[in-house]
């Protein structure tokens, strides 16, 4: 795990408290705990739907929140902000 553990309180890529990742955090390539990804995202560093646009990962986002039993008004307010997060940021950069 890396030196500032924690630091990132959100996945930046699905916005997950990371507190929250069941996981404890995604996997980097020596199998070390990542503090800016989940284990939803990130496995073995790389993330598990690489090809994922922001709007189809504000569609699964939004999904597994409602299966947790989150208000839908709660999961639009979530999944607004994913652009925000480092992922969506290297994406729209790359793509000025």
Same mark, same amino acid.
């Given at each position: ?8 309180? /959100? ?8 507190? *929250?990742?069941? $996981? ?18 990130? /496995? ?5 739907? #690489? ?7 504000? $569609? ?10 989150? #208000? ?10 994913? $652009? ?7 994406? *729209?950069?790359?793509? $000025?």
């Amino acid at each position: 795990m890396s030196t500032n553990m924690r630091s990132n309180k /959100h996945c930046q890529s699905c916005g997950i408290k990371m507190d *929250k990742d069941p $996981e404890g955090g995604g996997t980097l390539t020596d199998l070390s705990r990542s503090d800016e990804y989940c284990s939803f995202c990130l /496995h073995k560093g790389n993330f598990t739907d #690489p090809d994922i646009s922001i709007e189809e990962m504000r $569609e699964k986002v939004k999904n597994r929140l409602i299966g947790y039993g989150i #208000p839908s008004l709660y999961t639009a307010f979530i999944t607004r902000r994913l $652009e925000k997060l480092k992922r969506w940021k290297k994406e *729209k950069a790359c793509l $000025e």
